[in-house]
Each structure stands twice: as C-alpha cells, then as structure tokens.
C-alpha cells in the first residue's frame, strides 16, 4: 500500500509560534461561528414562536420555531460539501475565512428582521433564509477549524489536545451567546425583550466579525497543505474522491456523532422550552445553570483531548459513548425532582459527559481521512449528523414529550442515540499514533485516489 509522501514540519521557535497562532485562530473563529449557531437556538426557545408565529397555539408555535432551528442543520451538509471541496482545493484559511464572513453577516441581518405583526409571514421567511445562511457557514467551518488545529501538530503526539481546542470554541460560544442574552434579559422589561432586546446579541455579531478576521488573516497555511501544493498531490476532486474512496469512514463519522450532538442540543436548547414550560422554572435560573456548565466544560473539553492522547482517542470515545448511554435516564429524573440545586448539578454533569465524546472527537474524525480530503471527508460525515441528530433532537423530543407527557420518553430516546455512537465507534479505526500526513491513500481500495500524485518510499 502507498502513501503521499509528506515532509515533517520543522520545530523552529517561529513555526512553534506559528502553530499557536493557527490553533488560537481556530478557537476564536470557531467560537465566534457557534456564537451566531447557538444564539438562534437560545432566542428560538424562548420567543420565536411568539414573534414570527404568533396565530398558533403554544405547542405548535414552539414546532415551528424548532422547525427553523432543524433548517439550519440541513443545509449544514450543503456547506460541508462547498467548502469541503474549496478548502481542499485552495486551502484551509482562505476558506476558513468565507465562512465566518458567510455565518457572521446572516447573524446581524437575523437581528434586523421585523416580526409577524409587522409584515405577516415574510418574516418567518426571511428568518428561515437566514438560518439556512448559518446552517452552510458553519457547515463548512469545523472541517477546516479542525484541519488547521491538527496538521500544524501534524507531528507530534498531542493532536487530541490541539484537536480539542477547535471544539473548545463550541462552549465558549455557548458561553458568550448566554452570558450576552442574560445581560439583554435583566437591561429591560420582559416587553422591552420581545421587541428590541434580543435583537441586541445578533447585531453584536458584527464586532465579532471584526475580531474573526483579523486573527484568521494572519495566519499561515498549514504545512501539511503546503506540502501537498509543493508536491502538486492536490485532489482535483476533493469531495467525489471523499466519497469514493473513504465513504464508510464518512458514513461512521456521522454515526459516532449521533449519541454526541442530539444529547447537547437536548442538554441546552430543549432544556430551556422544558424547563420553562413543564417544570415553571424562571428563564434566569435555567439561563445561569448552562452558563455554570459551559464553564466547566471549558475545562472538560481539553482534558478529555489530552486524555485520548494517552489512552488513545477510540477507547476515549467508546468510554464516553457508554456514559451517555448510563446518563440518559438519571438525567431527567435529577431535573424532574424541581430541586434547584439537583438541576444545577444534572445540567453540569450533563456537559461533562458529553465532553467525553466531543473532546478527542476532532481528531478521532481527522485522523480516518488522509490530507488530500480532509476538508471534504470530515466536514461530510460531521455535518450529515446535522440531519440525522442534532437537528431532529429538539422535535422529536417537543414530540415525544407532548404525545407521552413523560420524559421517561425522551430518556429512552437519548438511550438509543448513545447506543449507536457506541457499536459505530468501535468500528472506527483509531489512528491516534499513526504519522498524520502519511496514511493510506484508500482504505477501502488499494488504488491511489485520483488525481494525486503519490510516493512509494514511504510504507503505510
């Protein structure tokens, strides 16, 4: 079996620099991105229904208001695929940077669209055309974020850790996008809210934007991709051969993440539509438990990352599978129990355990897919979960909990999902202490992939 032949990165002090750079880089913009992905959901759950379906009985509103939240992971894949092939073809950064401009201008436009009474249903038009905009933005970030993170450490055995950092961005969006509507919430009336005050966060989307480009324009290129334009091993077809060649490393990608990204969007988003209308908790309340356990998960991300250094990032993930697996039911009897303090711990506990996947999960996915089609091969697979988990998650269990009034039936549901990343993690393969740049060209077929010149000397 034959392998592109890469040349190690040097380990001067400037190109130590340099990596730093791209991986700070990669966080911040990352963070920024789930910033604009999360505040919808946030705002979505609260008042959305009421603003931009407003002749609708509560349940329904609150459907349809999710519904344009699912929107925005359907067309995750569609960025996945446009960015992928761009961010293989012509690189990491100046992809990278089209789609924070891409995320960040439909936030701002989010925050200016007036609601139901004033022009009727384009509103919600407008809102589901602008989620649409977020869901291909942020399709096409986290392919590249995680590209750029590990292949400037392309060649040590901390990947996990740098991995890590990009999804380190997610809570740290989280972070920002409560810690910036819980300000908004207490600087008015609940009147002065449902009008102007939660326009107030998408329109501070801009400043960040600023802040976004002016890291990401000064970073380099990876090496591992400027190695493969030097050698011209750049695939023609980055996506085609994607699918090709490394379909179930794809097909396994989107399977891994399913017991991982339905679980959060439960843990966060649905969280507050529950905690609000079934358990009459205060939306402050349930606002200062996430921030509590976005904090935290600050701290579990990476650690989980560095873990996987050590134990290997398969056995990292299969323990943290199981662990969601034993979590779902204790989870919903804790909030059910209306004790403020056993919310406050389900909720941090809730974050831990999903860190435990979405720590060493960057690197987990990067490591199945040689360079020439990383972009594209991981932000497919990523991204295909959009519809087949993280989407869904807050419908179906809108759903399971109006049909069988119990939660009982969303746990059994959170069961099922962890079950799945758990049989299709363990048959990833774990490529944690393999050479990052030099892996096999095809695992499914001995052939090299098309369009990509390859080098016998070095032995897979």
Known sequence: MTAIALGKPGHDSAQARHARRAVIAATIGTMIEWYDFYLYGLVAALIFGKL????HEPFAATLLSFSTFFLGFVARPFGALIFGHYGDRIGRKGTLVATLMLMGVSTVLIGLIPTYESIGIWGAVALTFLRVLQGVGVGGEWGGAISVATEWSAF?????????WPQFG?????????????????????EWFETIGWRLPFLFSAVLIGVGLWIRLGVLETPVFQEMKKKKQIA??????AVRFHWREILLTCLIRTGQQAPFVIFTTFLL?????????ERPFLFNAVLAASCLSLVTTPLFGYISDRIGRKRMYLIGAATMLLFAF????????AVPAVIVVAVMLSLVVHDMQYGPQAAFIAESFPPSVRYSGCSIGYQLASLTSGGPAPIIATWLLHTYGTSTAISSYLAVIAFISLVSAAFLRDRSHEDYGAHDISIVDDRPEPGISVSPSVAS
């Open 330 to 337: 204790p989870y919903y009897w804790m909030l059910n129990t």
């Open 52 to 55: 931009y379906f407003p002749s």
């Open 273 to 281: 539509s529950y905690g609000t209308g079934t358990l009459h908790l």
């Open 170 to 190: 997610s809570p740290l969006g989280l972070l920002l996008a409560v810690i910036v509507l819980t300000a908004v919430t207490h600087a008015g009336s609940a």
């Open 236 to 241: 023609k077809a980055p996506v085609l051969d």
């Open 156 to 164: 040590n055995k901390k990947r996990g850790l740098a991995g890590s």
